[in-house]
């Protein structure tokens, strides 16, 4: 196994060594407290590692959501690595999955067979590269609310974050609601890290538990500017409350 450094100071603070690759790493906490943002991190230090991407944002209504972030986070323009990046972008209309543009699927992920093909057919979509593919997936508690595929779906995200070595996962999941179910993948995952905001918009970030690395267990502040929170909330939040109606009929 080997080790992927963010090279990013708050972050590298607490984790400086990184994290093993390949891993799984579930960040937690309530709704609106910033996850996909930490998240971002491992996703710009991923591709300047020269990896590939497979990204889940279920939350949002399009990649370009992560495009922006990750322009105005990291600095990180995601056009220069075309070929790198493809966008499963969630539909629960979706009788399956199908390709819509050259970096992006369409697919009903709440079916786990689905979500497989899913992955797969992404994977196919990327350059192959030596330290392989990350796939990252925000709001991944929202494929939680269908009453059909539940129970079939926890226990593929517990099985791909317990198990599944063949790629690198980091997950966001909100605690806001379903909070046994998440705690399950809680206790699955190698790297569990818990995020939490202070009024007025003041984001927190704590490293609860890695697998063979080194960290602080110190609680840190997260220096990211308070409107890019506040935009970031106001998008997912209004695309939370369409979604959990959609699924929930599913």
């Known amino acids: 196994m080997t080790k992927l450094k963010t090279n990013i100071k708050w972050l590298d603070e607490l984790l400086p060594e ?4 390949p891993s799984s790493t579930l960040i937690s906490g309530p709704g609106g407290t910033g996850k996909p943002l930490v998240e ?8 300047k590692a020269g ?9 949002y209504p399009s990649g370009e959501l992560v495009r922006t972030a990750m322009n105005k986070l990291y600095n990180t323009d995601l056009k220069d690595y075309h070929g790198k ?26 079916n786990p067979e689905i979500w497989d093909e899913a992955i797969e057919k992404a994977e196919d979509m990327l350059e192959k590269t030596d330290i392989g593919t990350m796939v990252f997936g925000s709001a ?11 129970s079939m779906m926890l226990n593929k995200l517990k099985e791909v974050i317990q198990k599944d070595k ?3 996962y980091v997950f966001a999941v909100s605690i806001s609601a379903l909070a046994d179910e998440i705690k399950v993948l809680e206790d699955v995952a190698d790297n569990l890290m818990f995020t939490r905001v202070e009024k007025p918009m003041r984001l927190f970030f704590k490293i609860v538990r890695m697998k063979g690395v080194e960290f602080s267990a110190e609680e840190k502040e997260v220096p990211i500017p308070q409107e890019m929170l506040i935009e970031i909330n106001k998008i997912a939040e209004s695309t939370r409350k369409t979604r959990i109606i959609e699924i929930k009929n599913i």
């Open 18 to 21: 990184g994290i093993l690759v």
């Open 40 to 47: 971002f991190a491992f996703v710009d230090a991923w591709l």
């Open 51 to 59: 990896g590939s991407l497979i990204g889940i944002p279920l939350q």
């Open 85 to 110: 990046i493809v966008y499963i972008q969630f539909d629960p209309s979706a009788a399956g999955c199908e390709k819509t543009k050259d970096d992006t699927l369409k697919a009903n992920m709440v």
């Open 140 to 150: 991944l508690n929202l494929l939680l609310f269908s009453k059909t595929y539940k």
């Open 166 to 168: 063949s790629k690198t």
